[in-house]
């Protein structure tokens, strides 16, 4: 049974930056390969942000976030990371993290239905 657990979410001003960090336990190397972080702004549909394969440390990042988010992992300390640079208004919503297994990412696409397990969000706030 994975579990997920999101944090360094916070409010802050545009143009700051963020680290936001996702706890993985419950988890194996397979079948549970990819991880990734979404992100849903209010009234909007959830987003695909950047997914990660845990086996080769691929990595794709959407193109709306690409000069500035990264993603990345830690195998020992069973953590993803999400490194957000120059902030923006347009940036606030709930980000969570995710894991799936086989499909990842399709190019510099992350869907949401890939991943079956979800951690409960935590909240960025860019004024």
């Known amino acids: 049974h994975v579990q997920l657990v999101e944090s360094g979410g916070e409010s802050v001003q545009e143009g700051a930056s963020l680290k936001l960090s996702c706890a993985v336990s419950g988890l194996t190397t397979y079948p549970e390969n990819c991880m990734a972080w979404f992100r849903q702004a209010e009234g909007k549909e959830r987003e695909g942000v950047a997914a990660i394969d845990r086996r080769s440390d691929d990595f794709r990042v959407s193109d709306s976030v690409k000069d500035r988010f990264a993603i990345s992992q830690d195998n020992a300390k069973n953590t993803v990371y999400l490194q957000m640079d120059r902030l923006e208004p347009d940036d606030t919503a709930v980000y969570s993290c995710?894991?799936?297994?086989?499909?990842?990412?399709?190019?510099?696409?992350?869907?949401?239905?890939?991943?079956?397990?979800w951690g409960q969000g935590t909240q960025v706030t860019v004024s």
């Open positions: 995710a894991a799936g297994r086989h499909v990842c990412y399709a190019g510099s696409v992350v869907r949401p239905y890939w991943y079956t397990s």
